[in-house]
């Protein structure tokens, strides 16, 4: 197609940029972590979202030097951060199902020069479909070579709670689906108090994702989730204005 034809140029013509979302702990107000995000800077359509052309990157295989990119990039940046200060990569099911991933990302840390310990990978419940075993030593590899793996968008699709005693998790992310009708729903207030409570149960650390206001900022806050993330915060920013927001000169 048309777009796909554009989708491999771009990545030749170096179009596709990262902005980092900063997670802070609710305890200290600090930053801890930011997420990478990738985002097409096309040169008609201006800047494109990755829900637009993810999929068709999964779709036509250019997710493996898409995401080969992005975790290159995102660890190349995270290096010159301040010590205390991880990054979390989305990875494609895709990318999951290559059996040279645990490789790839030890190597990528190598060459970058960032400590595994600051590298966290989020992962959708889509991958765990693939079998369980596989998935288990997959995931095992990863733990092994020292990096973070975050549940990402907990609550949808086709959760399983023994999926979270099963694999060695790290990071729980609570979906912002639960955190949008916060503080006055009670269902999603119970939800959302339920997955915190499993998560510090279960030794993980949680992030409650898409908290938009201080109203939703103060519930979780008060039922002692691990770090917040949202617009509250902070949108993504761009390497250089995140590096600012760090600073506090946003
Ligand atoms: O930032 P936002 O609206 O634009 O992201 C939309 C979706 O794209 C989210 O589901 C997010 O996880 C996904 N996404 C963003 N960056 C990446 C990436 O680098 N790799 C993958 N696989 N997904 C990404
Ligand atoms: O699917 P994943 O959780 O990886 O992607 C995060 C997505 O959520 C990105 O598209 C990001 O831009 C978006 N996002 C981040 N914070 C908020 C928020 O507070 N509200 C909404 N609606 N979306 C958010
Ligand atoms: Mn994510
Ligand atoms: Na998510």
């Given at each position: 197609?048309?777009?796909?034809?554009?989708?491999?140029?771009?990545?030749?013509?170096?179009?596709?940029?990262?902005?980092?979302?900063?997670?802070?702990?609710?305890?200290?107000?600090?930053?801890?972590?930011?997420?990478?995000l990738?985002?097409?800077?096309?040169?008609?359509?201006?800047?494109?979202?990755?829900a637009?052309?993810?999929?068709?990157?999964?779709?036509?295989?250019?997710?493996?030097?898409?995401?080969?990119?992005?975790?290159?990039?995102a660890?190349?940046?995270?290096?010159?951060?301040?010590?205390?200060?991880?990054?979390?990569?989305?990875?494609?099911?895709?990318?999951?199902?290559?059996?040279?991933?645990?490789?790839?990302?030890?190597?990528?840390?190598?060459?970058?020069?960032?400590?595994?310990?600051?590298?966290?990978?989020?992962?959708?419940?889509?991958?765990?479909?693939?079998?369980?075993?596989?998935?288990?030593?997959?995931?095992?590899?990863?733990?092994?070579?020292?990096?973070?793996?975050?549940?990402?968008?907990?609550?949808?699709?086709?959760?399983?709670?023994?999926?979270?005693?099963?694999?060695?998790?790290?990071?729980?992310k609570?979906?912002?689906?639960?955190?949008?009708?916060?503080?006055?729903?009670?269902?999603?207030?119970?939800?959302?108090?339920?997955?915190?409570?499993?998560?510090?149960?279960?030794?993980?650390a949680?992030?409650?994702?898409?908290?938009?206001?201080?109203?939703?900022?103060?519930?979780?806050?008060?039922?002692?989730?691990?770090?917040?993330?949202?617009?509250?915060?902070?949108?993504?920013?761009?390497?250089?204005?995140?590096?600012?927001?760090?600073?506090?000169?946003?």
């Open positions: 197609s048309r777009m796909e034809a554009d989708l491999r140029r771009a990545l030749g013509a170096g179009e596709f940029e990262l902005h980092f979302q900063p997670l802070v702990d609710v305890r200290t107000g600090a930053v801890t972590a930011a997420e990478a990738v985002r097409w800077r096309h040169p008609e359509q201006g800047l494109v979202s990755p637009d052309f993810i999929p068709l990157a999964e779709e036509t295989g250019l997710i493996a030097p898409l995401g080969a990119w992005v975790l290159h990039t660890c190349l940046q995270a290096a010159s951060w301040p010590s205390d200060i991880k990054v979390a990569v989305n990875l494609s099911p895709v990318q999951f199902r290559d059996d040279g991933l645990p490789q790839a990302v030890a190597d990528t840390l190598r060459a970058t020069g960032l400590e595994a310990g600051r590298l966290e990978l989020e992962i959708t419940e889509g991958v765990l479909l693939d079998g369980e075993e596989r998935t288990l030593a997959m995931l095992t590899k990863l733990r092994g070579i020292g990096v973070g793996l975050a549940m990402d968008d907990f609550g949808t699709g086709y959760s399983s709670l023994s999926y979270l005693r099963r694999f060695p998790f790290s990071k729980i609570i979906d912002r689906s639960f955190v949008s009708l916060l503080p006055d729903d009670a269902e999603s207030a119970a939800i959302v108090r339920a997955i915190i409570t499993m998560g510090a149960g279960l030794g993980m949680t992030t409650v994702e898409g908290v938009e206001t201080a109203e939703q900022y103060a519930f979780v806050a008060a039922e002692r989730c691990g770090q917040v993330q949202g617009y509250h915060v902070s949108r993504p920013l761009p390497a250089a204005a995140f590096l600012g927001f760090l600073s506090g000169l946003e």
